[in-house]
């Protein structure tokens, strides 16, 4: 039975950039050993020299000619900001932390 | 006028007999009369909806020419952008967010004439097979209250089965459009990955995800079908090739001498027996009408339902990334000085559901240096012997069938704690995504245990969806005779309605 601890979900909730509460931690570390074990089905079946799809397509680069196009206005841009000061987006501090 | 089907309805339209608005009015009145009990709608849109209906009618009486679903209205899922209407997929990190554009399904909607009533509820970010991971509350199924009408589309499948709109619009990136469809006893098509643009439908797993149109026969289904697809250069991975005669298949409805694939894996233990029974019966109907029943086998179809749970969840944990409280949607905790990766993680905390927060923990981890082969490498490689399997199955048969999902709709509440049983709800419909081929459900009668309606599911190649349509319209057809009546006249009448 697979398992990942309250610590184990707590690091994967920090790199999701996810501040779950203690609960939410407890929980879902409970029911990830069930979830791991439905989904580890995958490495039972032989899959030497099977080669790996990740698109169902044949995938190209698709260009097109660089011509001058309508866009969103700066004020349609903006129109869903949180925060906005002088037509730009204001966001928190992202240089150098707070503290 | 609602109880009529959307090709009667656009006929009535044209002969002049209705108005786009007298026929838009009267689906506005159902939803007033009966959506506080079934809740397909997130918002409804009265206003736009009559003021586009107003122009379609302007321009028929200028004798312009029409699409043939021009004037009749559909109901939206709510995870396609449509400009200056609230979209929120579901999810309270979107909530009050008005997009500045269009999706492009959105703008073929309006160019066709289309009046586009609102838009439905489905699960967050449409990860979910229930409508009850809902960041705003389930939707009801129209057939019985207490039970979910399936998801992540439940909301529009809910909609066209209660008479609130003849059409509507739905996801399907693990069976979101085919299973809603099945558990509400009405007709969904998932199209070929790549015929309906995905600009502006927000995003899940990309490499799975397709819009498609719900309807409460094949032949309005198919007429919807027609409009939203084609190719369209904002979408890079569109087909560049002409939509298949979809509404022609479905008029035409003919199986004689086709070769239909029954799948060995996708039938028998873990299906409901009525289920089991009604799909067996459709089957033998198709043969009655002169189809030629095979038996193939796709053993790989054992580990789809693993390998998605991986991939989509993948997929999921970066698409979802944009959410970042910094250029649109919902920001928590934006005080004096604290950091942007704090704001961050307090709004993506206080905006997303428990599924989706479940699948993105699982997509990171899945991606983890360390796991990544173990995981995401094998579901990929997993994903090659489903294609295998389905090109040898297509080698004997033009179409594969099933039942849509192994039971009807099953009680609100009941499995929402329990995510593995959740997820086993879509076991027949995922092996269609990971290979990105087309399929179809359509009821197939109703279930003796329990009186609520069973899905039979085709199964066509890619760029080839008008078999969907051909083979469903010979089935429904043959079916609508046996019963007498259409399937939605065995439904409860909902309070409230006239």
């Known amino acids: 039975m697979s398992s990942l601890s309250r610590d184990d979900v707590a690091k994967l909730a920090g790199l999701a950039r996810i501040e779950m509460t203690e609960a939410e931690l407890v929980e879902l570390s409970s029911q990830f050993g069930m979830i791991l074990d439905a989904v580890a089905r995958v490495q039972e079946m032989d899959l030497s020299g099977v080669k790996a799809t990740s698109h169902p397509q044949p995938l190209e680069n698709i260009a097109r000619p660089d011509v001058v196009q309508p866009s969103l206005s700066p004020e349609d841009a903006l129109s869903g900001a949180p925060a906005q000061e002088e037509s730009r987006f204001r966001v928190p501090q992202i240089l150098g932390e707070a503290e | ?128 097979s229930s409508t009850e991971n809902s960041g705003y509350g389930p939707t009801f199924n129209p057939w019985d209250l207490t039970r979910t009408p399936g998801g992540s589309s439940g909301g529009s499948a809910a909609a066209v089965a209660s008479f609130e709109s003849p059409l509507a619009i739905g996801s399907d990136t693990g069976g979101s459009i085919r299973q809603p469809a099945a558990l509400t006893g009405i007709v969904g098509v998932r199209p070929t990955y790549g015929a309906v643009s995905r600009f502006g439908l927000i995003a899940y797993s990309s490499s799975l995800d397709q819009a498609g149109p719900f309807g409460r026969t094949v032949l309005d289904t198919a007429l919807l079908h027609e409009v939203m697809a084609g190719h369209d250069p904002k979408d890079a991975t569109s087909i560049n090739a002409p939509v298949p005669a979809v509404v022609a298949a479905a008029k035409s409805g003919d199986v004689k001498g086709m070769k239909i694939g029954v799948i060995k894996q996708l039938q028998g233990e873990g299906y409901q027996k009525g289920v089991q029974t009604r799909f067996d019966e459709s089957l033998q109907v198709l043969a009655d009408l002169g189809a030629e029943i095979v038996e193939v086998d796709c053993p790989s179809f054992e580990y789809a339902l693993a390998a998605y749970y991986l991939i989509a969840p993948s997929e999921c944990s970066s698409n979802l990334a944009r959410f970042d409280a910094m250029r649109y949607g919902l920001r928590t905790g934006d005080v004096d000085g604290a950091s942007a990766e704090a704001v961050m993680s307090a709004t993506r905390n206080a905006g997303f559901g428990r599924e989706v927060k479940r699948r993105i923990i699982l997509g990171t981890y899945a991606l983890s240096s360390g796991y990544y082969d173990a995981y995401y490498g094998s579901a990929q490689k997993i994903r090659t012997l489903i294609i295998q399997d389905y090109a040898k199955a297509f080698a004997q048969a033009e179409v594969l069938v099933s039942p849509t999902a192994p039971t009807t709709a099953y009680k609100i509440g009941e499995k929402v704690d329990d995510p593995m049983a959740m997820y086993l709800g879509d076991v027949a419909t995922i092996p269609v995504n990971l290979a990105g081929i087309c399929g179809m459900s359509l009821p197939a009668g109703l279930a003796d245990e329990d009186n609520l309606p069973v899905g039979f599911q085709i199964m066509a190649p890619a760029m080839q969806d008008q078999r969907l349509y051909q083979a469903g319209a010979a089935l429904e057809a043959a079916l609508l005779s046996k019963w007498g009546a259409p399937i939605l006249t065995k439904a409860p009448e909902l309070k409230g309605a006239k």
Do not use: C
């Open chain 2, 1 to 128: 006028m609602i109880n009529k089907t959307a090709a009667e309805m656009a006929d009535s339209l044209a002969k002049g007999e209705t108005s786009s608005v007298e026929l838009t009015q009267a689906h506005l009145d159902r939803v007033a009369a009966v959506d506080g009990q079934v809740k397909a709608f997130l918002h409804v849109d009265s206003e736009g909806a009559l003021a586009q209906a107003k122009e379609v009618d302007a321009r028929r009486a200028k004798g312009e020419k029409l699409s043939p679903i021009a004037g009749i209205p559909l109901a939206l899922k709510d995870v396609l952008a449509q400009k200056g209407v609230p979209t929120t997929a579901g999810s309270k990190i979107l909530q009050g967010w008005l997009p500045p554009y269009d999706s492009t399904v959105v703008s073929k909607l309006k160019s066709a004439g289309v009046v586009i009533m609102g838009k439905t509820n489905m699960d967050e970010f449409a990860m979910g």
